[in-house]
């Protein structure tokens, strides 16, 4: 069966520090990547999705950004955090293939505090 | 732009009610329409997922219908339980990855 972990599940960094978050996939080959943001009060906010190594779509321009140097591993990060960026982030992934479902399962979420 | 909106916002039920959640979107060309939970500080688990040719998805005590020429799509829960207290999301897959509402509090009265 397939897996998803997330690391950190929480985070308290200072304003202006970097940003390194980890979403890796067990179970399953070439999924599709996503990075997803929810604050406080706001649905959730596609940030960057990964249809292969190397491989970054994003959605909303911003400070953070995005790598896939494996195949099961998407990265999150930023070189200096705004007070903004606080907020659950949360991975996910699917898969897509002829008569799939494209059915997206998300990680539990790392819970970004900036102060 | 695709647009989701869920209404209501919030719920408050007692225990063994059967109720229903509302979806809507804005632009009826869709590829799926997928339900979710969430529960407080947790990640999303996928409910039922609708493909754009079915009309409707069942798991159990949950049914899911999907009109997607009006842009309307609803979770029934039949016969409510406090374990169901979460919040409910909805989330469309058109062109772009999914677009989701901001949800649908549910809260139920033992």
């Known amino acids: 069966s397939q897996t998803i972990h997330q690391w950190p599940a929480t985070l308290v960094q200072p304003v202006g520090s970097p940003l390194s978050l980890e979403c890796t996939v067990e179970?399953?080959?070439?999924?599709?990547l996503y990075w997803y943001r929810q604050a406080a009060g706001r649905g959730l906010q596609l940030l960057f999705y990964?249809?292969?190594?190397?491989?970054i779509s994003s959605e909303v321009p911003q400070n953070l950004s995005a790598s896939r140097p494996q195949d099961r591993q998407f990265i999150l990060s930023s070189k200096k955090l705004l007070l903004s960026d606080s907020g659950f982030y949360l991975c996910?992934?699917?898969?897509?293939?002829?008569?799939?479902?494209?059915?997206?399962?998300f990680g539990p979420g790392t819970r970004l505090t900036v102060l | 732009k695709q647009e989701v909106t869920q209404i209501p916002a919030a719920l408050s039920v007692p225990e063994g009610e059967n109720l229903v959640l509302n979806c809507s979107f804005t632009?009826?060309?869709?590829?799926?329409l997928q339900w979710f939970r969430q529960d407080p500080g947790k990640g999303l688990t996928s409910l039922l997922l609708?493909?754009?040719?079915?009309r409707e998805q069942t798991s159990g005590r949950l049914n899911a219908s999907l009109d997607k020429s009006s842009g309307r799509s609803t979770l029934y829960i039949a016969a409510s339980q406090p374990g169901d207290s979460a919040t409910y999301l909805c989330?469309?897959?058109?062109?772009?990855?999914?677009?989701f509402g901001k949800g649908t509090r549910l809260s139920v009265i033992a």
């Open positions: 996910a992934w699917s898969v897509t293939l002829a008569g799939s479902s494209d059915e997206q399962f």
């Open positions: 990964s249809v292969g190594i190397g491989q």
């Open positions: 609708i493909q754009s040719s079915q």
């Open positions: 632009d009826s060309a869709i590829y799926n």
């Open positions: 989330a469309v897959r058109g062109n772009t990855p999914l677009v």
């Open positions: 179970g399953t080959s070439n999924p599709n």
